[in-house]
T-cell receptor, first 113, second 113 residues
Framework: GAGVSQSPRYKVAKRGQDVALRCDPI?????LFWYQQALGQGPEFLTY????????KSGLPSDRFFAERPEGSVSTLKIQRTQQEDSAVYLC???????????FGEGSRLTVL | GESVGLHLPTLSVQEGDNSIINCAYS??????FIWYKQESGKGPQFIID?????DKRQGQRVTVLLNKTVKHLSLQIAATQPGDSAVYFC????????????FGTGTRLLVSP
């Protein structure tokens, strides 16, 4: 597709369940970012990949959060043992460079009950 | 960026008015600044950027002003239209080496017809 695609768009999980969120970046974009956006707030950085290498994961809030991009294209953000405070929109963005304009997907809204 | 919880600053204007949205950034090392627009249920969308060696940049109906002395950015929208209604975020980072893009708190722009 022409843009960044994320799935699922909406996910409801019971507390304690594991979830996996998928991101298909723009073809050829080497840089991929995950952001978390709580209601009424700006996006907060989670992690950054350059191709398949995870160069920065300083924003991951706990060891329950894990991201991968094994072939340098599609990325998955996994959250284990979800908690209510994990409820947020998870945004994926890609870029042809490591800086500059990021192209965002529409996000995956996670609600943990 | 700093969090202000659920109460985003709001700017209400009439259609046809000019809008000015302000933003403060905290990292004096930042040399690249971007304005994003986020409509409800969508990911942030790039509007305009500016590098630190400039103090003004114009696009179509939008102008960004940068004051590095006081670490302040503004976005001016000329002849505001109902379609401009959205939340606007400024973001900044340092281009050399990887530094995460840091988003501000956001301002909600409401345009009345």
């Amino acid at each position: 597709g022409a843009g960044v695609s994320q799935s699922p768009r909406y996910k409801v999980a019971k507390r304690g369940q594991d979830v996996a969120l998928r991101c298909d970046p723009i073809s050829g974009h080497v840089s991929l970012f995950w952001y978390q956006q709580a209601l009424g707030q700006g996006p907060e950085f989670l992690t950054y990949f350059q191709n398949e290498a995870q160069l920065d994961k300083s924003g991951l809030p706990s060891d329950r959060f894990f991201a991968e991009r094994p072939e340098g294209s599609v990325s998955t953000l996994k959250i284990q043992r979800t908690q209510q405070e994990d409820s947020a929109v998870y945004l994926c963005a890609s870029s042809s460079q490591g800086y500059g304009e990021l192209f965002f997907g529409e996000g995956s809204r996670l609600t943990v009950l | 960026g700093e969090s202000v919880g659920l109460h985003l600053p709001t700017l209400s204007v009439q259609e046809g008015d000019n809008s000015i949205i302000n933003c403060a950034y905290s990292n004096s090392a930042s040399d690249y600044f971007i304005w994003y627009k986020q409509e409800s249920g969508k990911g942030p969308q790039f509007i305009i950027d500016i590098r630190s060696n400039m103090d003004k940049r114009q696009g179509q109906r939008v102008t960004v002003l940068l004051n590095k002395t006081v670490k302040h950015l503004s976005l001016q929208i000329a002849a505001t239209q109902p379609g401009d209604s959205a939340v606007y975020f400024c973001a900044d980072h340092k281009r050399t080496g990887f530094q995460k893009l840091v988003f501000g708190t956001g301002t909600r722009l409401l345009v009345s017809p």
